[in-house]
């Protein structure tokens, strides 16, 4: 249940105000007028209700500030890590021109001789890979024996 403060508007009166924050707690903001005018309706010039409220707005400028200090801290590390992800999408991109570049299967696009898959880069790889397709051709030639 939200904490409310009860602030007498004038003499024989009082409002409920609800000075709540998201998490439920009672909020920290103090009232616009010294102790001396919280029962007046229309207070006269009064140094402490100034004081009172130059006291409220350095705490809202406070609060602004380190909002908007937190936020481009927020910010400021998205924008890292998104420099950082950058970073290595362009390692990984260099590191995968150097390997087609330096490997003698495949042509200039990274894919194999036969144009029918891209390539790993790696010499035993297509040895077993061509060893495996010649036991599935065998394989295909046997004629089958039927068993009753």
Do not use: F, W
Request: net charge neutral.
């Amino acid at each position: 249940m939200p904490h409310t403060h009860t602030q007498p508007l004038y003499k024989g009166g009082s409002e409920s105000r609800n000075l709540t924050t998201r998490a439920g707690e009672v909020s920290p903001e103090k009232p616009d007028r010294c102790e001396r005018h919280q029962d007046t309706l229309n207070p006269p010039s009064c140094g402490a209700c100034a004081a009172r409220r130059g006291d409220l707005e350095r705490e809202k400028t406070r609060r602004i500030t380190e909002s908007r200090a937190a936020e481009a801290q927020r910010q400021q590390h998205a924008n890292e890590a998104a420099e950082r992800q950058a970073a290595e999408r362009e390692e990984a991109v260099a590191a995968t021109r150097d390997a087609i570049a330096n490997c003698n299967l495949c042509d200039d696009n990274g894919y194999g001789r036969d144009r029918a898959e891209v390539c790993t880069h790696n010499p035993s790889h297509a040895k077993a890979a061509r060893r495996g397709l010649d036991l599935v051709r065998a394989a295909l030639d046997k004629p089958k024996e039927h068993t009753n």
